[in-house]
């Protein structure tokens, strides 16, 4: 898997980094088990700073994404264990980010009906890209 990040983008550095690996194991590019980069080897890859790359990584362990191994880095978590990761708070941090999304949708005329659809539609897109890897 191939990964990039852009300095021009209004997400931080880590935060395409973080996007891009949980991306790729929802479509099945990166699989359970497969050792991801080094912090080192992928900061100079991408011309970043080492402290990016740990909290892309630090991100990702936090959510269940990927199990840090000691000295043999992180590593792709089985279902079972993001399920078993997975905790009340990044539910809450869900509902956050959904209820932001339609807030600004709202707050630029949209109505609930249209942002249901949209959800829906990108919603479908997700799943199905998943489907296909």
Same mark, same amino acid.
């Given at each position: 898997?191939?990964?990039?990040?852009?300095?021009?983008?209004?997400?931080?550095?880590?935060?395409?980094?973080?996007?891009?690996?949980?991306?790729?194991?929802?479509?099945?590019?990166?699989?359970?088990? @497969?050792?991801?980069?080094?912090?080192?080897?992928? &900061?100079?890859?991408?011309?970043? =700073?080492?402290?990016?790359? =740990?909290?892309?990584?630090?991100?990702?362990?936090?959510?269940?994404?990927?199990?840090?191994?000691?000295?043999?880095?992180?590593?792709? /978590?089985?279902?079972? @264990?993001?399920? /078993?990761?997975? /905790?009340?708070?990044?539910?809450?941090?869900?509902?956050?980010?959904?209820?932001?999304?339609?807030? &600004?949708?709202?707050?630029?005329?949209?109505?609930?009906? &249209?942002?249901? @659809?949209?959800?829906?539609?990108?919603?479908?897109?997700?799943?199905?890209?998943?489907?296909?890897?």
């Amino acid at each position: 898997m191939l990964l990039r990040v852009s300095s021009t983008s209004e997400k931080p550095l880590y935060q395409q980094l973080r996007d891009q690996i949980v991306e790729g194991i929802a479509v099945g590019e990166l699989l359970p088990g @497969e050792k991801l980069p080094s912090v080192r080897s992928l &900061a100079t890859d991408l011309g970043i =700073n080492l402290h990016t790359v =740990n909290k892309a990584y630090a991100v990702l362990r936090d959510e269940g994404y990927v199990a840090m191994r000691g000295r043999s880095g992180a590593v792709v /978590s089985t279902p079972g @264990e993001q399920a /078993s990761t997975r /905790s009340r708070l990044e539910d809450e941090r869900m509902d956050e980010l959904l209820f932001d999304l339609a807030l &600004a949708f709202r707050a630029r005329g949209g109505s609930l009906d &249209a942002f249901a @659809e949209h959800a829906a539609t990108q919603a479908e897109k997700a799943f199905s890209a998943s489907d296909r890897g």
